[in-house]
């Protein structure tokens, strides 16, 4: 029987790429990517010939129970995603649990996840935080910040650029105006930022300077 391995990739700066990482993908039979023309770049990068196969949120339902039978017949198999941790917040848990179920070798390396240099950046306590990921954009989002308003432990969002200044506004109509927030963006990149401060002065710099990139919201918990 072959092994599943969930493989990081960097979130902006390629020299980010582990060694391990690296050579397991030159010795793996398939490599599942997200994207293949995003992660084809990658591997080129590397020097990496391995086929790939695209692997995302709109086939893995049908691809999972193939998947499984491949690694079952021997094949070694990676997981990659457009950026970081395969899993977090991307395509990778329901093929995970179907070889846990199926009681196949799951390796994950270590590796690049924004959220955690997004946590260390902001300053706020880090012994006991919660990732919320992507907030429910319609249902269950009112209800969501509801309960959230309450937590008393530092939380985790990510976030698309263009939504950036509602999710704020809304932070300072459920959490309070004076809630520390900390907003990191285009981590590990060129144009790499953290905002920080109160929500409402952290909504007015990006009022008055348009978020881009990728977005991790780190907020303080009730105090």
């Known amino acids: 029987m072959g092994k599943l391995y969930l493989v990081p990739t960097p979130i902006g700066n390629l020299k980010d790429m582990t060694f391990r990482a690296i050579e397991v993908l030159k010795e793996v039979d398939l490599i599942l990517a997200e994207d293949t ?3 084809g770049k990658l591997l080129k990068h590397y020097d990496i010939s391995t086929q790939m196969h695209s692997h995302h949120m709109h086939n893995e339902h049908r691809t999972v129970e193939g998947i499984v039978k491949r690694i079952q017949g021997g094949d070694n198999i ?3 995603s457009d950026a970081g941790t395969p899993a977090i917040s991307d395509p990778g848990f329901l093929l ?3 070889c846990v179920e199926a009681g196949i070798e799951v390796d994950c390396l270590p590796g690049a996840t924004a959220f955690v240099p997004a946590l260390v950046n902001s300053g706020f306590p880090n012994d006991k ?5 992507f907030l429910p954009v319609k249902k269950g989002r009112q209800t969501r910040f509801e309960l959230l308003a309450e937590e008393t432990r530092t939380m985790i969002f990510y976030e698309s650029p263009h939504k950036l200044l509602k999710t704020l506004a ?10 520390q927030v900390s907003v990191s963006r285009e981590i590990s990149k060129l144009h790499e930022e953290t905002v920080r401060g ?3 002065e952290v909504l007015k710099h990006f009022e008055n300077k348009p978020p881009k990139g990728e977005i991790v919201i780190v907020v303080a ?3």
């Open 96 to 98: 995970t649990r179907a």
């Open 170 to 179: 809304q932070f300072i109509e459920y959490f309070g105006a004076d809630r």
């Open 221 to 223: 918990g009730k105090k």
């Open 198 to 200: 109160t929500a409402e």
């Open 78 to 80: 990676a997981l990659i």
């Open 37 to 39: 023309r995003t992660s």
């Open 129 to 133: 935080f919660i990732f919320e990921g």
